[in-house]
């Protein structure tokens, strides 16, 4: 099956700094979503982003499935951004995937004040 | 509009005890699955359904079983709960552009333990 890395593994931050996380993945994709478990575990979905760039506020992805990377960048962080993000992928089987999502590791995020 | 609601939010199960996990959802979504959890790790993939009447496997469907017979509801089932089943389940649902399943929404999860 498809393989999703994400890095860095883990990340430490200082309020207001900006970061970058990426996810690479092994196989043509038509589905990609950005994902943030919060500390007390709710997924909420970030951006729905198989191609090109997106903006939500303080956050942006962009994805270039030609290369197969995805990157998630977010810019003068909170305390409230801390927790876990997760890239998730899906690989098109006879022209569908269903949305059947391959989850990455994830990357462990903490803002300090 | 309240999303994807599971019940419970915590369960301890005896080893060979058998429950259901309940979801539903309210945003009239075609595609639903559920996912399971381990300590530090990604999620994957049980089982999902295209639609009422439709189910299939996914990464992960050994010691589970579903059914959908409606649109809305998506109940999990586990059979002879064994350690190996405990975990954070999460089921989802996602809405269909040109029958590509495109954004997903998760539930709230569920607290699994098997002791």
């Known amino acids: 099956g498809i393989q999703v890395e994400q890095s860095p593994p883990d990340l430490i931050l200082q309020e207001g700094a900006n970061s970058t996380l990426r996810c690479n993945f092994s196989?043509?994709?038509?589905?990609l979503q950005w994902f943030h478990q919060n500390p007390w575990g709710q997924l909420i979905n970030l951006f729905y982003?198989?191609?090109g760039t997106k903006q939500n506020g303080r956050l942006s992805a962009t994805t270039v499935a030609t290369e197969r990377y995805s990157l998630l960048y977010i810019s003068s962080s909170q305390t409230t951004d801390s927790g876990v993000y997760f890239c998730?992928?899906?690989?098109?089987?006879?022209?569908?995937?269903?949305?059947?999502?391959?989850f990455g590791q994830g990357t462990i995020l903490t803002v300090h004040p | 509009n309240a999303g994807v609601t599971q019940t419970p939010k915590f369960r301890i199960l005896k080893i060979g005890q058998s429950m259901t996990l309940q979801c539903t959802q309210d945003?009239?979504?075609?595609?639903m699955y559920w996912y399971r959890q381990d300590p530090g790790m990604g999620l994957k993939l049980i089982y999902y359904?295209?639609?009422?009447?439709?189910?299939d496997k996914g990464e992960v469907p050994n010691g589970y079983n579903v059914s959908r017979s409606t649109t809305e509801d998506f109940p999990l089932r586990l059979e002879l709960a064994a350690p190996s089943q405990t975990s954070v389940y999460f089921c989802?649902?996602?809405?269909?552009?040109?029958?590509?399943?495109?954004?997903?929404?998760f539930g709230q999860g569920t607290r699994l333990t098997v002791v």
């Open positions: 989802a649902s996602s809405y269909t552009a040109r029958g590509l399943g495109v954004r997903a929404f």
């Open positions: 196989d043509s994709v038509n589905n």
């Open positions: 982003i198989p191609s």
């Open positions: 998730a992928v899906a690989v098109p089987r006879g022209g569908t995937s269903y949305g059947k999502l391959t």
């Open positions: 945003m009239n979504h075609n595609y």
């Open positions: 359904s295209v639609g009422a009447g439709i189910t």
